[in-house]
């Protein structure tokens, strides 16, 4: 019995040290969260690192401190600074960022942005120059030995040219905060540079998720990588989600315009260079990428030789050349050979082959839309640099967007509200000259974005000055990666169920062939006014429209008649 008591006190004993060790370890456990290193979870984020992941702070400051209390108005024009940041106004945003940080003193967030957009400058102005060392020197003080201070003079190596020191900083400022976005992207930058591809993947994917998915940086470079890497449905499905987000970043549009190229799908990726062009006009990459256009090869894991597309269209010819001269009367023969001059971009050659099969059997299938495709296709500029800079001119001028151009519901398409005979001077009392350009003594132009269609409208006045009517051609912005060729006549529908709404209903055309210029339209008339909006085939993300004086229009024009006016601009 005596033993059995004993044995029931050393079990109570056991049980109560177990549990007093357990409290012991909860207590400990919660002064650990509390004063030791702090953690966070990552965010779940598409292409970042899985959701979960607990990575250490360090000692990365609040970078919201104070925030909290700047007024709304402060806070929004922070949030606008970030956004210029974003997409590359570095000079526009270090204007604002520097004009919080003189009225919010300490303020992180407002130094540590003047200090990037300076930063990401190729050159600075004295000025400029003299703010940021100002800038560099308050957080190196403030954050002694920190992450920030480590960054920042990885910055300063990599402008000063120095790689090797620039990458071995970068690191010490990821070490010192795993949780430092702005860190981890530079130093994926580094690695790419040095060409250690899996290393920089998993930093981009590390930048984008410490972002919450908002740097367009990190996922362009994260499309790099797979791009270099030669895993090209990877870097398009990144491509893909990131332009969903960003549709006007320059660098996932450039590497957009790859991928199309890559397919052959030469047109898509000609427009995506000017696209980019033209929101960022002088930009050396797409400039270059549009000059070598189908020269480009995908890249193969490896270093391996890769044809380009123009590589293969040539090898095409030298198969099919010599076998058209000799069958000369096999016309699929002949087609598959203009088929490959259209794929090469050879558009005259082309056209040479499909005129000769119509000529030897008119009911050859689809042959008067193959000589459309090479009539209407754009001429080849590769080295014609002058040509080039002029196209990019009205490329530019034709997508800018004015502050002062508001339209309303009524004047879209060139529905402008004033009588025809109507003067420039009471056209231009009703709405605004500073948004058109004069082309010349009676024309003038103004062209503005409305997502997702670009616009442009021609005034036309008679030699007497006198308004008679207005061309308008609006275009697909295609700001969506890889739009087919089935959807893109969606922005005929979409002006035509808007051109109904200002007009009322009207005719539909069909399809009228006008000496080899295939259109679909509609027509609207009335006792002094005639519209027409037209659609050409092989221009599917383009729409013209015409709106005129019927005292304009010579009597007893055919509806081919109106192509002249349609093509004016």
């Known amino acids: ?15 109560l040290t177990l549990l007093g060790g357990a409290f012991i370890a909860l207590f400990a456990y919660n002064l650990y969260l509390k004063i030791g290193p702090r953690q966070l979870d990552v965010p779940n984020v598409p292409f970042g690192l899985a959701g979960g992941t607990r990575l250490a702070v360090g000692d990365l400051p609040d970078t919201l401190a104070g925030f909290d209390r700047m007024p709304l108005s402060t806070q929004q024009e922070l949030r606008r600074a970030a956004e210029l940041e974003k997409n590359d106004k570095f000079e526009d945003a270090a204007e604002v960022y520097e004009a919080i940080a003189l009225q919010y003193p300490e303020t992180f967030l407002a130094e540590w942005g003047v200090v990037n957009s300076l930063l990401s400058q190729d050159s600075l102005l004295p000025i400029w ?58 130093y994926a930058s580094l690695l790419y540079k040095a060409g250690r591809f899996v290393e920089s993947g998993l930093e981009a994917r590390s930048a984008i998720s410490l972002s919450r998915g908002n740097e367009p940086k990190a996922y362009a470079l994260l499309a790099k990588i797979y791009h270099d890497e030669g895993i090209l449905d990877s870097c398009e499905l990144v491509v893909e989600y990131a332009l969903s987000k960003f549709p006007v970043n320059a660098d996932l549009l450039c590497m957009q315009g790859y991928l199309q190229e890559y397919k052959g799908r030469f047109e898509d990726a000609e427009g995506t260079y000017r696209r980019v062009l033209a929101i960022r006009p002088g930009y050396k990459l797409a400039a270059e990428a549009l000059l070598s256009l189908g020269q480009k ?31 000369p009367d096999n016309l699929p023969l002949r087609e598959a050979l203009g088929r490959a001059y259209l794929k090469g971009r050879d558009f005259d050659r082309a056209k040479a082959q499909f005129l000769e099969i119509q000529s030897r059997d008119p009911e050859y299938p689809e042959i008067s839309r193959r000589i459309q495709e090479a009539s209407s296709a754009p001429l080849v500029r590769e080295t014609q640099k002058n040509l080039l800079a002029d196209d990019l001119n009205r490329v530019v001028d034709s997508m800018r967007t004015l502050p002062t151009t508001e339209h309303s519901f009524e004047s879209m398409l060139g529905h ?154």
């Open 297 to 327: 090869a995908p890249p193969g894991v490896g270093g391996g030789a890769r044809l380009s597309p123009r590589d293969r269209v040539q090898i095409a010819y030298e198969i099919l050349e010599p076998l058209v001269n000799l069958y």
């Open 129 to 186: 120059q003299s703010q940021l060392d100002l800038m560099v020197k308050t957080l190196r003080n403030r954050f002694p030995e920190s992450s920030v201070a480590f960054y920042i003079d990885a910055r300063l190596a990599e402008k000063a040219g120095s790689a090797s020191t620039a990458l071995e900083l970068a690191r010490v400022s990821t070490e010192k905060s795993p949780v430092f976005a702005d860190a981890r992207l530079l």
């Open 416 to 569: 402008y509200l004033v009588r025809y005979g109507a003067s420039q001077k009471e056209f231009f009392k009703k709405y605004s000259a500073a948004n058109f350009r004069k082309i010349d003594k009676n024309t003038w132009q103004e062209s503005f974005f409305e997502a997702p269609y670009f616009h442009q409208y021609t005034v036309l006045f008679d030699e007497k000055g006198r308004f008679y009517g207005v061309h308008v051609i609006v275009t697909d912005s295609n700001v969506v990666a890889n739009k087919t060729a089935t959807n893109t006549p969606e922005i005929y529908t979409t002006l035509l169920q808007l051109n109904s709404r200002l007009s009322g209903v009207g005719s539909e055309t069909g399809e009228t062939d006008c000496d080899g210029k295939v259109l679909t339209g509609a027509t609207w008339e009335t006792r002094d006014n005639f519209e027409m909006l037209a659609r050409f085939a092989g221009k599917p993300a383009e729409v013209r429209m015409i709106r005129l004086n019927r005292d304009a229009i010579p009597d007893g024009t055919r509806l081919c008649g109106y192509t002249k006016y349609l093509l004016m601009y």
């Open 1 to 15: 019995m005596a033993v059995s008591k004993a044995k029931a006190r050393r079990a109570a004993v056991f049980f």
